[in-house]
């Protein structure tokens, strides 16, 4: 029974590690295992009202699709990031959600290009942006740069 | 393996041992497989979370650096000689994961070592992983070729 | 003498005139350990690897045998002894050291009694004055030889047996007389190879109890004696499974033993909390139980007279690989005092 | 992220169970358990089930060995989705090369400073 206790110190140092780890920014904190809801952005600082309207009606796009609970959307300047979390139980269909998800946006916006990825890092990482965007020193080409990351961050395979 | 046939008097026998032979604790043993396979498992997604959270891992690719990972604790736990009882005490529960893979070539490379590096240890590494390595490794050959086969039959690649 | 189909009697009564016995740290926190002369800590002896450490414990054995008795390597004409390991090297390497004209022998775990009825019978026709006779086993050395790296994490079965880590060794010498309160051999049976067809390694007992049986039944009557006769039946490495199943198969053909009579080594050795499944075995097991703790015992007078049956499976990892079914022997000695 | 903690103990723990079974039920060895079950995955994963099932399962099934057969697999399809029936065999390793090569190396580091305890 001793190899268990030892396993489990194991994992509560772990646990001890991860807290003590942790960044400032409370939404990203929590972004893996809540529901954080962000408000659709643009990397633009002060956007104008249509592209406001537009990440705005993409969100809701995504958001209707009956197994996504949580999305996040960062509009660059040519791509449109949409990252979401999926129902665990639909997470068998994730391929054919994704899938989805592309044909419904490239059916209702065909003059823009989307990354969609369900995967948690992605979204964690669209969360820290999307905080990083914040902070006043922060400028538009920084962003730019972060997103077209996270972009490639999709495309990784192994 | 050829398997001969048996003399009625040692079929007699077989059924006479049968009676005396202490039966493997069935139920027991995949119960305490369920929980310490389960263990593991969940503490190779708590290691996979940690990647994606600190470091530049998607989940697609946090698979990588997980199953090192384990493989890395699983050579301590060998090491210091805590693995093989935590392989009684489990069964399948600690040999199915791929610690148990990790296992199998440490404990051979450990074992091993008082013939020497490169006869002892080299050749016997992979004494116990090698048939995995193999049988995975052909069967993976067949089953993708046939896939390629098909998908270039149906013009898709 | 030759005794019926094929057991001898020594008319000269041979005399055990020391033992000596060495055992690592399992045995060490078992039931016999106040049996053992030489007890170790640790596994590897101060060796560098795990046959190295098998020597120690024969040489050791083989030592304290010779020194108890007050006599030096050069007093014994023979050494007739073996082990489990390929080629038997732990004993043969023990042997250069000692110096003393050898026999090796592989009979698995049955090594111990086979080595004594050989012995026995030289020492009984003045073929020689003393023989050292003996067998030893290492856990971890045979565990790597026959099963997995130790280290590795497999699941045995409720069925599998404990190597013992162990060697008893015998001082065997002519009876002059002079010999008083030490414990002789008196007849042996030379077992034939049985084999019942069972192929699982990792049930040695099971596999060994027809030719314990067997051995026990052609000694009954080749001496034309019942179990009345002795005070202790005790097998080598049985185990549970192993001791059941053998006395019910002496049931079927009309032998009947008496439970309190019939012990195994295996199950003597060790405590029941020890991890060892249904028992220990190995060349070692009946070398140390009987040479440290019967032979005690016989001294205090609690047994008068016993028969020990030593059991060996003589399979190897690749003769189990190929699908083969596991042949197995057993020779009996019997020691009175 | 939570369910995914959740689902990963369920499954690879049966999976664990699957392999218990054929220790004690068919009484395979641990190299023949193994064996199989590697040749599993590799066929599930040609059948394409695999990749939803890890989806599903996350390191419930990315740790038993059963994703060794899955991941040779799927490199080797990688790699024939650009070169043709030649990559099925040059890509075999793509994915699980991080596996067999930390097993290799911490291997040799273990038998450098560790003795088997017996």
Redesign the interface.
Known sequence: MT?HK??FV??IL?LLV?AG?EDSSPSSRTA?FKKVDPAPLTITKNPDQLEQILVDQVKEEASSVKSIYDVAVIKGEKEILVAYKVKHMSRFRMKGIESDLNKILSDKFPDHTFTVSS????F?EAIRLGDKMKKPDFSEKKADKQLKKIIS??N??? | ????K??P???Q??Q??K????????VK??IK??????????????????Y???F?????????????T??????L??????????????????????????????????????EG?VLG?GGN?F???G???????F???V???????IL?ARGV? | MLKGKQSWIFENHPVIQSTGVSGGPFEGNGNLAKDFDILHEDLWMGK????QAHRVLLEEAAQTALKKSGRSADDAQFFIAGDLINQITPTSFAARDLKIPYFGLFGACSTSMEGLAISSFIVNYRGAKNILTGASSHNAAVE?QFR????????????AQWTVTGAGVALLTENDGTHENCPYTTSATIGRVM????IDPF?MG?AM??AAADTIEAHFNDLGVDQSHYDLIVTGDLG??GR??ML??LE?KGISIDQNKCNDCGLLLYKNDQ?V??GGSGAGCSATVLYGHLLNEMKKGVYKRILVVATGALLSPLTVQ??E?IPCIAHAVSIEI | ?LP??FW??????????????????AKRT??????T???A???L??LGLYEPFADFA???A????????N???HG??QE??TH??I???TG?FE?TS???S???V??????L??????
């Open positions: 190899n030892r396993i194991l994992f772990m991860l780890c893996l995967d948690y890092k992605i964690l961050l999709t990784e395979l192994t | 393996m050829a398997k001969k048996k003399t008097q040692q079929k026998y077989e006479l041992e009676k005396y032979e202490t039966k493997r604790p069935v043993n995949c497989a369920f929980f310490v396979g389960g263990f593991i498992c969940m503490l190779g997604q708590f290691i996979s979370f940690l994606i959270y600190f530049h891992f998607t989940e697609q690719t946090s698979g990588n650096p997980t199953s090192a384990i493989i890395f604790l699983s050579m736990l060998t090491g210091f000689g805590i693995y093989d009882r935590l392989g009684q005490f489990a069964g399948a529960g600690s040999a199915v994961p791929v610690s148990g893979f990790g296992n199998s070539i440490i404990s051979a490379a450990i074992e091993h070592r008082t590096f240890v590494i004494k116990l992983a048939s995995v390595i193999l049988f995975g490794v069967s993976a050959f089953v993708a070729l046939i896939k390629t086969i270039m690649m | 560098t690897s795990y046959e790597k997995y790296p130790t280290e590795y994490g497999g699941q045995k079965p409720p069925t084999d019942m067809g069972l049930n099971g109890a027809p549970k499974i059941d199943s019910a198969l079927e991890p499944q249904s190929q699908g079914s | 992220m995914m903690f990963a103990f369920v499954i690879g723990g049966l999976i664990c169970v699957i392999g218990q079974l054929m220790f004690d039920v641990p190299a023949h358990t193994l064996s079950l590697v040749v995955g590799a066929i994963d040609g996350g390191a419930g990315t740790i038993p060995i059963t994703s060794f057969g991941a040779l697999v080797a399809m024939a989705e043709g029936l990559g099925v065999l075999m994915v991080s596996g067999i930390a097993a290799i911490f291997g040799f580091i273990g038998a400073i560790f003795k088997p305890k017996g």
